[in-house]
């Protein structure tokens, strides 16, 4: 039977592609397919659905998100590959709440502009949810890109988004208030295969 992997072509994925796709070793470069890393789950469905064997490898924030969304998956991590970069603040992706300088969880406003980046708007509303629970109310405001400028430009008050080497959070003057999550990179098939 002919095995679909569905890889991402985002470049900075590339490395940990690599170093899955040497642990599948039914993968057939003429199998593979490309797609950006958020949607590599939904295509990995879709051709389980179809009746097709397909592995995808993906970023765990991303498995994460979309495993949020579609509480009944078929999906299933079959194997968590340690991201380990000396470069990231963390050594891996993070996703992060975001703010100026000074802010805590303690002296955020109970009142904000939240811009969060488009990629999580379910671990966004989940993590922004505990924090509603707390007495605190935000707009959620979502963009593709540039979320650091929607804080210097005004737009925002605090953000959501991937930490990695924290360079721009130092551009921006921006500190990191609370880390959502951690991410790892992720080799995900069918609970049934």
């Known amino acids: ?30 199998n593979m397919i490309e797609v950006r890393g ?36 078929t999906l299933q991590v079959v194997r968590k590959i340690r991201w380990a970069d000396g470069q990231a603040l963390f050594g891996k992706p993070a996703l ?29 509303k989940r993590y922004l949810n505990l924090l509603e629970g707390r007495g605190f109310s935000f707009k959620k405001i979502y963009m593709n890109g540039s979320v650091e400028s929607s ?17 721009s959070l130092k551009k921006y003057g921006l500190v990191i208030i609370d880390v959502i999550l951690y991410s790892d990179f992720v080799i995900i098939g069918g609970k049934n295969d």
Do not use: H
């Open 151 to 167: 804080y210097t430009t005004g737009i925002a008050d605090i953000l959501i988004d991937i930490v990695y080497t924290g360079n």
């Open 96 to 124: 992060c709440l975001i703010g100026p300088k000074g802010m805590t969880i303690d002296n955020l406003p109970r009142e904000a502009t939240v811009c969060i980046a488009a990629k999580y708007p379910k671990i966004a």
């Open 38 to 73: 958020e949607d590599v789950p939904s295509w990995v469905v879709q051709l389980r659905k179809k009746g097709k064997k397909a592995i995808g490898l993906t970023g765990e924030d991303l498995y994460r998100e979309y495993v949020i969304e579609e509480r009944e998956t």
């Open 1 to 30: 039977m002919i095995v679909f992997i569905v890889i991402p072509k985002n470049t900075g994925l590339k490395q940990y592609t690599d170093i899955a796709l040497g642990y599948l070793t039914e993968a057939d470069p003429k």
